[in-house]
């Protein structure tokens, strides 16, 4: 079965630096890889997604994720931080597995200070 | 529709009550999933449906959670005899096709709080 871990609970970068958030995941297989990012009182949005091809993946405002087979990873990075990036971002793998299901992470608070 | 269509936005019931939830996916979409999120953790698979495929129910946390949908349309999650633990958003997101590199489009929730 597939599993995702976020190691950082929450992340404070200041406006204007770069982000990098952390995702490992688990599955025999190749994996299909999502970002969410889930803004304070809405649903979640999703960013980026990976399933072939170029291991380095744009997404919506600005980010890129990239694929690292090697350390089963899908980090999500963001050159220069907005102050409305702050929310809740969430990595996901998905598995065609006879029945399909996505597996989120427990998901990574990003603060943004001026 | 546009997008994915919850209701009610919030809910409030007493323990033991029964409450049903309602997920309006996008019009075209033939997979619906159930997703719960207690507070300040992450999603928690409940179920999925594919077309008139059997629903996957391998995340249902017990009896008391059950869920139906009509054809490629409306699904409604139904939690019977509340308890105060089944107090979480419950999210419900939908996909042009039930297979892995589709992403989800994702309705803003039925936050319930049992009270």
């Known amino acids: 079965a597939q599993s995702v871990t976020q190691p950082d609970i929450h992340i404070t970068v200041s406006e204007g630096a770069s982000l990098e958030l952390r995702c490992n995941y688990s599955y025999g297989a190749t994996p299909y890889l999502f970002w969410y990012v889930q803004s304070p009182g809405q649903g979640l949005q999703l960013l980026l997604k990976?399933?072939?091809?170029?291991?380095l993946v744009q997404g919506i405002k600005g980010f890129e994720a990239e694929f690292k087979r090697s350390q089963s990873s899908f980090n999500l990075r963001k050159p220069s931080v907005h102050w409305s990036d702050a929310a809740e971002y969430f990595c996901a793998v998905g598995a065609d597995t006879g029945g399909f299901k996505t597996i989120f992470g427990a998901g990574t608070r990003l603060f943004v200070k001026a | 529709g546009a997008g994915v269509s919850q209701s009610p936005s919030n809910k409030v019931t007493e323990k033991g009550k029964d409450v049903e939830l309602r997920c309006d996916p996008i019009s075209g979409h033939t997979a619906l999933y159930w997703y719960r999120q207690r507070l300040g953790q992450g999603l928690e698979f409940l179920i999925y449906f594919q077309g008139n495929s059997a629903p996957d129910k391998s995340g249902l946390p017990s009896d008391r959670f059950s869920a139906e949908r009509t054809g490629e349309s409306v699904s409604t999650l139904t939690i019977q005899r509340t308890q105060q633990e089944d107090s979480a958003v419950y999210l419900c997101?939908?996909?042009?096709?039930?297979?892995?590199?589709?992403?989800?489009?994702f309705g803003s929730g039925t936050r319930l709080t049992v009270v």
């Open positions: 997101a939908s996909s042009l096709v039930g297979t892995a590199n589709y992403g989800y489009t």
């Open positions: 990976y399933f072939s091809g170029d291991t």
